[in-house]
């Protein structure tokens, strides 16, 4: 029976408390996971899956799916550009799956079909949310940004999945419209009632009945509505919702998914885990742990914080300050050298002569013995480096300048300039130890360009 196999969950480090955004004096309480202006929901879901896959070939995974709410393009494939970022082979089936709360919940389901139909013998599911309320309001504040990926195979599972149900209600409790920026919603008492808690107890309550110990993973965006879920369904809450909601706050289409996961990692064997995801309706999902769980995945993902002190320092990091003048809007970067450099900028692709002598950018004449055209692929995503030197850009558009930028020595590879960042305030040292990460680089064209950028071993990506 196929089911999942392993995963990873990445929360952007960068945190506000829910107070601040209130406009009070912040103090130890909730706060939320925020979206730098290098990272989305894409930044989010790579880090995620890189997470989750490790250091494993990736040859066997045939179906790739992107679920979110908030894709950085309304025309352009996410799942491509994941597995891109991820460096999986050329026939990988790729899914893109949105416009709902629950399209996570849709694309395990879909990858768990797909592997027990044979058709592929693993699959690959991402999930990640960048929820992003307008000023002021109750989402702005209790919003999160968060990823998680699952692998889904039918041998070597965790947790099988071994029941399913699901309910369709159309109402309109939230929305948005193409173009908005903002989420809408109804009143509150309505949207909890009908457009969350209502349709998620009808799903549960459809699940098979308990063969043991059950804990409940809700789509809840807070406490309140997770206990309603939890008293209708008879259950209880999994142990990771009330931390999650306070530390990350609700993650939108990744929220259940990371509760999921966060249930896996101390999961014993024979417990079952129910996902509720609401959205125009909602989706169960009955997963039966089969191994025991030994990993610390939501953990990590939410140790890396770097607080966001004011809401001055928010509002310009999420561009909600009115500017004088409006952005250029032109075609940006050519295409055709965006699909000629593709592999450096997306997988950080280099090359290695016949020599020994590795090389980054890509060329045609080696740069140490000078022969021509006799190099291996080779890529440095997923090594380490040391930075040997490094110079502070004032003028360089950043929230927080400067800008540091400096020459990274990969382990075993070449030297690369990147930006560093992940700092907190401090200044780079000679020698620090780094990790890259996917990242945006800048939206010239009005668009998200991506590459590889360095932070601190120390701080999570």
Not at 260 to 277: F, H, V
């Amino acid at each position: 029976m196929a089911g999942i196999s392993s995963w990873g969950a990445y929360a952007a480090s960068h945190r506000i408390a829910q107070a601040t955004l209130a406009g009070r004096k912040a103090a130890d309480g909730p706060e939320r996971s925020v979206a730098w202006p290098d990272e989305d929901s894409l930044t989010l879901a790579v880090e995620a899956a890189r997470r989750c896959l490790g250091q494993r070939d990736c040859a066997r995974i045939g179906l790739v799916v992107l679920a979110t709410t908030t894709p950085p393009f309304d025309e352009k494939q996410g799942a491509v550009l994941l597995a891109a970022a991820l460096g999986l082979r050329a026939d990988v089936r790729a899914v893109d799956i949105g416009g709902t709360l629950r399209c996570g919940a849709q694309a395990l389901q879909l990858a768990h079909d797909t592997v027990s139909a044979g058709s592929v013998a693993e699959a690959l599911v991402v999930i990640a949310d960048c929820r992003e309320g307008a000023p002021g309001s109750e989402l702005e504040r209790s919003g999160g940004d968060g990823a998680v990926a699952f692998t889904v195979a039918g041998e070597g599972c965790v947790a099988e999945l071994v029941g399913r149900a699901g309910v369709c209600e159309e109402i309109v409790d939230t929305w948005r419209r193409r173009g908005d920026r903002f989420v809408h919603a109804w009143e509150d008492r309505f949207v909890s009632q009908y457009g969350i808690a209502g349709p998620a107890v009808s799903a549960g309550g459809m699940l098979p009945p308990a063969q043991g110990e059950r804990v409940w993973a809700t789509s809840a965006p807070n406490q309140r509505i997770a206990a309603t879920i939890a008293k209708g369904v008879g259950g209880s809450l999994a142990p990771a919702t009330a931390p999650l909601l306070q530390s990350v706050g609700f993650c939108g289409a990744a929220h259940a998914p990371l509760v999921l996961a966060a249930t896996l990692d101390t999961a014993a064997a024979g417990q079952e885990i129910a996902l509720l995801a609401h959205g125009d309706g909602a989706e169960a999902l009955l997963f039966k742990v089969v191994a025991q769980g030994a990993s610390d995945s939501v953990a990590q993902a939410i140790a890396g914080r770097i607080p966001v002190r004011s809401q001055a320092e928010w509002r310009k990091a999420r561009n909600l300050d009115i500017t004088e003048y409006p952005a250029a809007d032109d075609q940006g970067i050519s295409a055709t050298i965006h699909f000629r450099e593709r592999a450096e900028n997306i997988r950080l692709e280099g090359q290695r002569c016949t020599c020994g002598e590795p090389q980054f950018p890509k060329g045609r004449i080696c740069i140490r013995c000078g022969t021509k055209d006799s190099f291996a692929a080779e890529t440095y995503a997923d090594r380490g480096g040391s930075l040997v030197t490094y110079t502070l850009d004032a003028f360089f558009p950043s929230p927080t300048p400067p800008t540091a930028v400096g020459i990274v020595q990969v382990d075993d590879g070449p030297r690369i300039y990147l930006q560093i960042t992940d700092l907190d305030g401090r200044e780079p040292e000679i020698g620090m130890r780094l990790r890259f990460v996917f990242r945006k680089i800048h939206e010239v064209g009005k668009r998200p360009n991506y590459f590889w950028k360095a932070v601190p071993e120390r701080i999570e990506a």
